[in-house]
Every structure is written in C-alpha cells, then in structure tokens.
C-alpha cells in the first residue's frame, strides 16, 4: 500500500468540514523524502502524490510522528520543539492541522 493510499484512509476518517470552512491552502509532507500534499479548499480536502508547485507549508517529518499526531499521541507544538517536525513556509499553519483532523 502506498503512503498516499495509507493516509488517505486515515484522514477520511477524521476530517472535520467546519475546520475547512474559509481555509484554501497546501500542506506538504515530506516523510524522508517521499513527497505528498494536501490541498485544503471549499470545505473539503485532496490528498495528492508528489510535490506540490507552491505548498503554503512543507513540513519533515517521520511517517511515525505523523500517525501519531493524527491520533493523538503525538503533541505538535512538542514533537516541533524537538525537532521531530521542520516547517518551512507558514509554520503556523501547520496548527491548523489537528483542527481540520481531530484526533
């Protein structure tokens, strides 16, 4: 199963609209070098395989801490303060996530 496929089941099950409301944005992720973004508009999501053109935030990041921030286990503002997340681009974007995915 590809990461794209994985997580595409993971975050439909956790989307939250009313986060999405107003938001029209790109996160990428970077998981140590595999590239997939989320394109975040109208309410709704996309995710997609490879780079994005101009991602409003890029973040590194291990698949793991990823998983655990979508369920929970894994504090953002923590995992950033040591060094588990890179941000680049709007770095407090990257909050927005766990709005738009609650654990």
Known sequence: MSTVT????????KFNPAAAAGVDEVFQFDL????????VEEG???????????????LQLKS?????????SVNGMTAFMMGK???????????????LFPA
Not at 6 to 13: D, F, M, P
Not at 64 to 72: E, I, V
Not at 85 to 99: D, E, P, R, S
């Open 6 to 13: 994985e997580y595409k089941e993971l975050l439909a099950s």
């Open 32 to 39: 140590e070098g595999e590239l997939f973004h989320l394109v």
């Open 44 to 58: 709704g999501y996309e995710l997609l395989e490879g780079e994005h053109d101009d991602p409003s935030v890029t």
């Open 64 to 72: 793991a801490t990823l998983k655990g921030l979508l369920d929970g």
């Open 85 to 99: 997340i890179k941000a680049v681009g709007n770095m407090m974007l990257a909050t927005k996530l766990t709005q």
